[in-house]
T-cell receptor, first 110, second 114 residues
Framework: GESVGLHLPTLSVQEGDNSIINCAYS??????FIWYKQESGKGPQFIID?????DKRQGQRVTVLLNKTVKHLSLQIAATQPGDSAVYFC?????????FGTGTRLQVFP | NAGVTQTPKFRILKIGQSMTLQCAQD?????MYWYRQDPGMGLKLIYY???????DKGEVPNGYNVSRSTTEDFPLRLELAAPSQTSVYFC?????????????FGPGTRLTVT
């Protein structure tokens, strides 16, 4: 079936550096993509989303890039902070639901 | 708004016991979802509902049942608990309109079956 996956299970970055978390998707017909952040012991929290008619969308310190040609999605976090340490999930919209990837753990060290 | 609430936060069950995980939302969302998350893994969809009286199976529905008698509540029932159902369960809701799929998640219920 269709699936969403991630290239890197763990990403370690130094505080203050930029982080890039990648995601590959397989359903070329998907028109909605979303990133969630999950801190330890908590439920996922919405970060940012993007529609397929856009290539880039920016939020506060975060940017999502969508490359439909290679079916690739990325989340960029500027000036990574200790509070950004979490697991990040990408997901794609599929009719009435979301299909989640396996997640990437972001570790921020001083 | 309280958002999405789940009870209990933690539960230990013996094999073969039954229980209901409660989920409620006060955002008047039409869609609700149940996921399970095993340690170090992603979210797997168990069941979802697009409105009161309507439920559909997700990726891993075996061993679970749901009902949606009201817009606000979406309980998940485990009839005969098995160790394989040890997991963290998340409920979510969304107002899916115009292709907006953003889901709001509850804090989770950590279930251990021994």
């Amino acid at each position: 079936g269709e699936s969403v996956g991630l290239h890197l299970p763990t990403l370690s970055v130094q505080e203050g550096d930029n982080s890039i978390i990648n995601c590959a998707y397989s359903n070329s017909a998907s028109d909605y993509f979303i990133w969630y952040k999950q801190e330890s012991g908590k439920g996922p929290q919405f970060i940012i989303d993007i529609r397929s008619n856009m290539d880039k969308r920016q939020g506060q310190r975060v940017t999502v890039l969508l490359n439909k040609t290679v079916k690739h999605l990325s989340l960029q976090i500027a000036a990574t902070q200790p509070g950004d340490s979490a697991v990040y999930f990408c997901a794609e919209g599929d009719t009435d639901k979301l299909i989640f990837g396996t997640g990437t753990r972001l570790q921020v060290f001083p | 708004n309280a958002g999405v609430t789940q009870t209990p936060k933690f539960r230990i069950l013996k094999i073969g016991q039954s229980m209901t995980l409660q989920c409620a939302q006060d955002m008047n969302h039409n869609y609700m979802y149940w996921y399970r998350q095993d340690p170090g893994m992603g979210l797997k969809l168990i069941y979802y509902s697009v409105g009161a009286g309507i439920t559909d199976k997700g990726e891993v529905p075996n061993g679970y049942n749901v009902s949606r008698s009201t817009t606000e509540d979406f309980p998940l029932r485990l009839e005969l608990a098995a160790p394989s159902q040890t997991s963290v369960y998340f409920c979510a809701s969304s107002y899916t309109s115009g292709g907006n799929y953003e889901q709001y998640f509850g804090p989770g219920t950590r279930l251990t079956v021994t």
